[in-house]
């Protein structure tokens, strides 16, 4: 688990803001400001956080499904915001996404079998019609549908099973990267265990990597090998997961485990603590520590200074001045 599949250096994604047909001010809603992390092959890493942290616009951008204003992304060692157009296209068949709602990109005019077929023809996985057509039943099999899902059309299934699908087709093109944007968060808790389980079977069976964004702690938990923590745009903390759950360091992370509904042995002991206020707009974020006015740590300075990202442990990054040598030594 030590290949490096995925580098992000410094990723920042914005979004001009509309001031007006006369203004000549140019804002930016920074909904990725300066994310960095790598991705071993074979691992799993959770991004969690808020709705509106910029967890699903990281996901994204990773993918070039929206383009990045700057920063560098490099996948199995080749950097691809310079690419063009057509090797972009070569390269994405390795980098596949699922959907929160997978019916909403299924197209429902079409049966799944046509619909698992189409991703196969489109990228040459399999040339032959009757070889796609067994290939097709494979991968169903695969998900846990079976051939007399083959075809029905995807109004006919449960939520679940569509969700099955939409891994399927993530699947079917032979991908390294799977980047998985709240996969489970519209399903019952008991489906989303089913699902979970269908994941990690898959990472198994065909060695993928995955990137699982969830707003749900207790989710990502369940999956992850290192976990990163999103706020405002920003990854305020990262780490192991079984670093993080033992010790969290930054007082986000804290109040984000205080708050996991699930009962959790090793969360018993922790306070509950209660976040102050909503997440600020984005379009106009705290100065400093973007954090400060919800921190029930805050000191002066964070009100002023953005803190920089430390690395307080070893692997375990916090962006926090309650961490930092330098804040401290005054
Ligand atoms: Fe809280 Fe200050 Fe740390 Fe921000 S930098 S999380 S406000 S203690």
Same mark, same amino acid.
């Given at each position: 688990?030590?290949?490096?599949?995925?580098?992000?250096?410094?990723?920042?994604?914005?979004?001009?803001?509309?001031?007006?047909?006369?203004?000549?001010?140019?804002?930016?809603?920074?909904?990725?400001?300066?994310?960095?992390?790598?991705?071993?092959?074979?691992?799993?890493?959770?991004?969690?956080?808020?709705?509106?942290?910029?967890?699903?616009?990281?996901?994204?951008?990773?993918?070039?499904?929206?383009?990045?204003?700057?920063?560098?992304?490099?996948?199995?060692?080749?950097?691809?915001?310079?690419?063009?157009?057509?090797?972009?296209?070569?390269?994405?068949?390795?980098?596949?996404?699922?959907?929160?709602?997978?019916?909403?990109?299924?197209?429902?005019?079409?049966?799944?079998?046509?619909?698992?077929?189409?991703?196969?023809?489109?990228?040459?996985?399999?040339?032959?019609?009757?070889?796609?057509?067994?290939?097709?039943?494979?991968?169903?099999?695969?998900?846990?549908?079976?051939?007399?899902?083959?075809?029905?059309?995807?109004?006919?299934?449960?939520?679940?099973?569509?969700?099955?699908?939409?891994?399927?087709?993530?699947?079917?093109?032979?991908?390294?990267?799977?980047?998985?944007?709240?996969?489970?968060?519209?399903?019952?808790?008991?489906?989303?265990?089913?699902?979970?389980?269908?994941?990690?079977?898959?990472?198994?069976?065909?060695?993928?990597?995955?990137?699982?964004?969830?707003?749900?702690?207790?989710?990502?938990?369940?999956?992850?090998?290192?976990?990163?923590?999103?706020?405002?745009?920003?990854?305020?903390?990262?780490?192991?997961?079984?670093?993080?759950?033992?010790?969290?360091?930054?007082?986000?992370?804290?109040?984000?485990?205080?708050?996991?509904?699930?009962?959790?042995?090793?969360?018993?002991? @922790?306070?509950?603590?209660?976040?102050?206020?909503?997440?600020?707009?984005?379009?106009?974020?705290?100065?400093?520590?973007?954090?400060?006015?919800?921190?029930?740590?805050?000191?002066?300075?964070?009100?002023?200074? @953005?803190?920089?990202?430390?690395?307080?442990?070893?692997?375990?990054?916090?962006?926090?001045?309650?961490?930092?040598?330098?804040?401290?030594?005054?």
């Amino acid at each position: 688990m030590s290949e490096i599949l995925l580098e992000v250096k410094d990723l920042k994604t914005y979004f001009p803001i509309n001031n007006g047909f006369f203004s000549r001010r140019k804002d930016f809603v920074k909904a990725v400001d300066g994310i960095s992390f790598n991705l071993r092959k074979g691992e799993t890493l959770g991004i969690v956080g808020e709705s509106g942290c910029g967890k699903s616009t990281t996901g994204r951008s990773i993918l070039k499904l929206i383009e990045p204003t700057s920063g560098e992304i490099y996948f199995d060692g080749r950097d691809i915001l310079t690419l063009k157009k057509n090797e972009m296209r070569k390269l994405r068949k390795q980098m596949q996404i699922v959907f929160q709602d997978p019916f909403a990109s299924l197209n429902p005019r079409l049966r799944i079998a046509s619909i698992l077929d189409e991703a196969l023809a489109t990228h040459n996985i399999v040339r032959n019609g009757t070889e796609r057509k067994e290939k097709v039943l494979e991968i169903l099999e695969m998900v846990g549908l079976n051939a007399s899902h083959a075809d029905r059309y995807p109004h006919e299934f449960s939520g679940g099973q569509r969700q099955r699908i939409g891994i399927a087709r993530a699947i079917a093109v032979n991908p390294s990267l799977i980047i998985a944007d709240e996969p489970v968060s519209a399903l019952d808790v008991s489906i989303q265990a089913q699902i979970l389980n269908l994941f990690q079977k898959l990472q198994k069976q065909l060695g993928l990597t995955y990137i699982f964004i969830a707003h749900d702690l207790s989710v990502v938990k369940h999956i992850s090998d290192r976990i990163g923590v999103m706020y405002l745009g920003r990854m305020v903390e990262f780490a192991d997961k079984k670093q993080l759950f033992a010790e969290p360091l930054h007082p986000y992370t804290k109040a984000l485990m205080s708050s996991v509904p699930v009962p959790d042995p090793e969360m018993i002991k @922790k306070e509950r603590i209660i976040l102050k206020g909503d997440i600020p707009n984005p379009a106009n974020p705290p100065q400093g520590c973007t954090f400060h006015p919800r921190c029930f740590a805050c000191m002066d300075i964070c009100k002023t200074k @953005k803190p920089r990202n430390i690395e307080a442990k070893p692997g375990q990054f916090v962006a926090c001045h309650l961490y930092d040598p330098e804040i401290l030594q005054g």
